[in-house]
Each structure stands twice: as structure tokens, then as C-alpha cells.
């Protein structure tokens, strides 16, 4: 029990220090970044075909943070050697922000919103990256959250306070709905300073707040529209689902959060500190990752190294990621 106080402190004193994943006063600003322009570096969209349904990778840039937070109960010596052995930096965690725009029946569906600048100054790159394929905000017919942390519902308020998508049906989970937007949540789960969950559950109810008068509440399992099904995955919050997308044969797994990086989440089985339920998210993870694995199923991660595809695969030990080659 020492062990885990005096970590819980040192992460917390690590993302203070840090100057946190920095969310305050931060929503409205992505003005700004609809400015940036597409040519201003690489590409942040990525088309595939999922059947007959064109699907389009939209990065909203990245977000972060102490690796500790997104795996909790990882022995500090073995955390910064997995993530050494990865080449990846043992004291900050980059998430990507990996939106996806299904074309599908003459509607343009996207899934998640993406933070915006909800969760610090490298997000909100959607709208330019949804300009790099010719497209406006009002282009888009509905938008679906996973679950309604600030990273996946940042970007429906506009700079103005306003609408950011005039015209999507905005489809939210109604569990998450009646514990973050209509309930006082109590975060103190969160493995992070006090004063970043007031920021993050205030940046919630700042960001749904333009939608909130005609938002379709879904339960987990209902399909929104042909070709797009919500699996319950409920844990890393109450109403949390993942998405398939289906045509004819062809099938694609949203994984939303149940894991943040596959390096730690994955390979390793090393629980993200923000899970409000820990055990139902570990039940979730594995009844997702088997099916994904058995089925060998293509995989887009919403915080997997962009874009974010690529394939589970079942060991002797529990799971492995295998990305998704590139394609033309
Ligand atoms: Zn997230």
C-alpha cells in the first residue's frame, strides 16, 4: 500500500511539474488551428475501404502526458525499459488523436470528435486535415462518440461557442451522458492532480454544451446507421463502447480507449490509470482483443501512433500489435 501512495504522489507531482496534460482555459481556441494550413506539414489523413464504405483516417494531432498515467500498475524500472526497448521517451506519453470519416449510403459519419485544444495546444488539427480532403464541417452528417472524455467530444464547440458541425446529429452513449454531462462525477480515480480532473470534467459539459439540446443518446449495442455497430465496453468510463464497421465481408475494430499506446496497453498488459472501473475495463479489453485476434481482425486505435491500424494478435502471454502496412 506505501508502494502505491508514495507512486500515486510521484505521478502527480510528475504531471504538475510537467505543467500537466494542461487543460485549462484552453477549450475554444482551435480558431486558430482551422488557420493552420494543410501544406504546413505531413499529411493527417489516411483513406482506406472498409467494402463499399470509403473510410478516412482524420488526425486531430496528439495529446500526453507521464507514462505512468496510462499504465498504473507498471514496475517503474520495468516501464522505462519497455519504453526504452521501444525508443520512445520515459517521460512524456504521446497519444494520437486518430477520428475516423466513414462515406457510406450518401452520409459522411464521423467517429469521434477529437479534443480540440480541450486537452492541450497539439490538438484541434481536425478541421485542417478534414480541409486537406476538400471537405467543411457542414460537410458532415453525424458524428459518434465512443464516450464523452474531452479528447473525444473537444471539437463540437466552435471557437464561438457555438455548433463547430452545423449539422451533424451529434450521437453520445447515455450512461456516459448521465455520469459526466448530467451527474457531478467523482474522478477521483483519476491518477492525476486535483486540479486537472476539475479541468477535465468542466471542459466535458464546456464542450457538449452547444449539442446538448438535441443529442441522440444511444445505448451500447444499438447500430447507427447500416454498417456501423457499438460494442458495450464499459470500465475506462460507464457507458464506453467500441465501434465495427461492416461491409459485406469486410469488417474494421474501433478499440476507442481500451487501450492508449500499444507498446505498454497491448504488448504489455498494463492497466491505463483513468479507467474508472478497472476490473470491468480488463474484462472488456480481453473479451475485445480475443474477438479481434480470433477474427483477425483489422484494428484502428483512436491514440495508436497515426493512423492507427493494424492487427491483434493472440501469444502465449496475452497480445501483440502488429501495424497495418501502408497503403497507396
Ligand atoms: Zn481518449
Known amino acids: 500500500m506505501t508502494g502505491l501512495t508514495i507512486n500515486r504522489r510521484a505521478i502527480m507531482l510528475a504531471a504538475a511539474a510537467a505543467g500537466g496534460i494542461g487543460l485549462a482555459g484552453s477549450l475554444g481556441r482551435h480558431a486558430a488551428a482551422q488557420g493552420m494550413t494543410p501544406s504546413a506539414g505531413n499529411a493527417g489523413h489516411y483513406r482506406f475501404r472498409v467494402g463499399e464504405i470509403t473510410a478516412t483516417v482524420l488526425s486531430d494531432g496528439v495529446i500526453g502526458g507521464p507514462p505512468r498515467v496510462y499504465a498504473i500498475d507498471a514496475a517503474e524500472a520495468e516501464l522505462g525499459a519497455v519504453l526504452r526497448n521501444a525508443f520512445l521517451p520515459t517521460d512524456h506519453m504521446t497519444l494520437n488523436l486518430n477520428t475516423l470519416l466513414l462515406e457510406t449510403g450518401g452520409r459522411r459519419v464521423l467517429l469521434e470528435a477529437g479534443a480540440g485544444q480541450s486537452m492541450g495546444p497539439n490538438g484541434g488539427r481536425f478541421f485542417a486535415s478534414l480541409a486537406a480532403i476538400g471537405l467543411t ?167 495508436y501512433p497515426f493512423p492507427g491500424l493494424g492487427r491483434i494478435l493472440r501469444t502465449d502471454t496475452g497480445y501483440a500489435w502488429v501495424p497495418a502496412h501502408w497503403q497507396f
Do not use: C
Request: proline residues 8%.
Open 137 to 303: 464541417p457542414n460537410d458532415i452528417d453525424a458524428i459518434v462518440v465512443s464516450h464523452t472524455h474531452p479528447d473525444h467530444v473537444g471539437n463540437l464547440r466552435a471557437a464561438d461557442g457555438g455548433r463547430a458541425f452545423p449539422r451533424a446529429a451529434v450521437f453520445v452513449p447515455r450512461a456516459d451522458w448521465d455520469f459526466f454531462v448530467r451527474g457531478e462525477p467523482d474522478l477521483s480515480y483519476m491518477p492525476v492532480p486535483a486540479e486537472f480532473r476539475r479541468s477535465f470534467a468542466a471542459a466535458i459539459k464546456r464542450s457538449v454544451e452547444p449539442v446538448a439540446g438535441d443529442v441522440q443518446l444511444y445505448e451500447a449495442g444499438q447500430e447507427i446507421v447500416p454498417g456501423l455497430t457499438t460494442i458495450a465496453a464499459s470500465g475506462h468510463t460507464p457507458g464506453m463502447v467500441t465501434f465495427l464497421v461492416h461491409s459485406g465481408s469486410d469488417q474494421l475494430l474501433l478499440t476507442a480507449d481500451l487501450a492508449y499506446q500499444p507498446v505498454i496497453n497491448i504488448d504489455r498488459n498494463w492497466r491505463p490509470g483513468p479507467d474508472r472501473d478497472r476490473d470491468a475495463a480488463l474484462e472488456a479489453r480481453r473479451r475485445i482483443f480475443d474477438r479481434a485476434a480470433a477474427d483477425r481482425l483489422l484494428v484502428l486505435g483512436f491514440h
